[in-house]
């Protein structure tokens, strides 16, 4: 089965603390692998994307994620965090290529910034 | 570029009522999608247009839910008679083919009483 999971709820971090958010998937082909944010009321704004290549990608606002077959797993990361970065964070698999574009959204995590 | 615009933003209904959705895609995007997102999980896919055709409608629960873009570009999405469990936000998505990245507007929050 399809699926994607992301194992942490709600994380709390530190202004300009690191921060990883986790996030593993099944999927039967070749996926292409999408983190998106939301903000409170509004639509999901997308981070970075990866289908292949380099398996370390930049995104927008200084997030990057990492793509790692062997652990089905495609984690985000920031060296600091910025209040602004509050928010929740959604990983996301979909198809390549074809006419379906169907993708796969886990449940979300949750993220607060602390002062 | 102006993004995916949707309306209303807010509604609130009784059950039973009826309710419909407007999306505005990104120009000259020729992929559109409506998503369902409930309290506490993430979108869920209903539908998918490739212009004015449907390409994935699996998810749609049919006997109550439809969806329509006559022209290929703007659509509308309608719950007729809603339910409780309808509750939820109804996103738009556009993308400029299939196989590309999917833009999101802001969604509609859908309440019913």
């Known amino acids: 089965a399809q699926s994607v999971t992301q194992p942490d709820i709600h994380i709390t971090v530190s202004e300009g603390a690191s921060l990883e958010l986790r996030c593993n998937y099944s999927?039967?082909?070749?996926?292409?692998l999408f983190w998106y944010v939301q903000s409170p009321g509004q639509g999901l704004q997308l981070l970075l994307k990866?289908?292949?290549?380099?398996?370390l990608v930049q995104g927008i606002k200084g997030f990057e994620a990492e793509f790692k077959r062997s652990q089905s797993s495609f984690n985000l990361r920031k060296p600091s965090v910025h209040w602004s970065d509050a928010a929740e964070y959604f990983c996301?698999?979909?198809?390549?290529?074809?006419?379906?574009?169907?993708?796969?959204f886990g449940t979300g995590t949750l993220l607060a910034v602390q002062p | 570029e102006a993004g995916v615009a949707q309306s209303p933003r807010y509604k609130i209904i009784e059950k039973r009522q009826s309710v419909a959705f407007w999306c505005n895609p990104i120009?000259?995007?020729?992929?559109l999608y409506w998503y369902q997102q409930i309290l506490g999980q993430g979108p869920k896919l209903l539908i998918q247009?490739?212009?004015?055709?449907?390409?994935?409608d699996s998810q749609l629960p049919k006997d109550r839910f439809s969806a329509e873009r006559l022209k290929g570009v703007d659509s509308t999405l309608k719950i007729q008679p809603a339910k409780l469990e309808d509750s939820a936000v109804y996103l738009c998505?556009?993308?400029?083919?299939?196989?590309?990245?999917?833009?999101f507007g802001d969604g509609t929050r859908l309440s019913i009483l």
């Open positions: 999927y039967g082909a070749t996926p292409y």
């Open positions: 998505a556009s993308s400029l083919e299939s196989n590309q990245p999917q833009h």
């Open positions: 120009s000259g995007h020729a992929t």
């Open positions: 990866y289908f292949s290549g380099d398996t």
């Open positions: 247009f490739q212009n004015n055709g449907v390409v994935d």
């Open positions: 996301a698999v979909g198809p390549y290529g074809g006419a379906t574009n169907k993708l796969i």
